[in-house]
């Protein structure tokens, strides 16, 4: 499987960006896809995941109400739609696939499927 990410860009305090992850390859059966970010100098972080059946999505705190993850099973791809834009937003954001078990859902470990990442920059 393979996962190609996209979508990043540099957008100004109060803007929006939408990344794109599209996955490739056989015997696709994830349950869970979703999207983590790392900024300079800190670990991985948690951001939105989705399940296959595109219901239940569930996000960091830190996102809510701002970011929204969607899921188009007929292309195999997952959408972040990042409205409100602030610079602590600014990180490597990475699609990710996994069936990871309820309480490790967080997790990046529990995620077996990487992508790239791209490159999101907010200017104050």
């Known amino acids: 499987v393979q996962l190609q990410a996209s979508g990043g860009g540099l957008v100004q305090a109060g803007g929006s960006l939408r990344l794109s992850c599209a996955a490739s390859?056989?015997?696709?059966?994830?349950?869970?896809m979703g999207w983590f970010r790392q900024a300079p100098g800190k670990e991985r972080e948690f951001v939105a995941a989705?399940?296959?059946?595109?219901?239940?999505?569930f996000y960091a705190d830190s996102v809510k109400g701002r970011f929204t993850i969607s899921i188009n099973n007929a292309k195999n791809a997952v959408y972040l739609q990042m409205n409100s834009l602030n610079p602590e937003d600014t990180a490597v954001y990475y699609c990710?696939?996994?069936?990871?078990?309820?309480?490790?859902?967080?997790?990046?470990?529990?995620?077996?499927?990487w992508g790239q990442g791209t490159q999101v920059t907010v200017s104050s």
């Open positions: 390859g056989t015997s696709f059966s994830s349950r869970y």
């Open positions: 990710a696939a996994g069936s990871p078990i309820h309480s490790e859902r967080y997790f990046p470990s529990a995620y077996g499927f």
């Open positions: 989705i399940s296959r059946f595109g219901v239940n999505p």
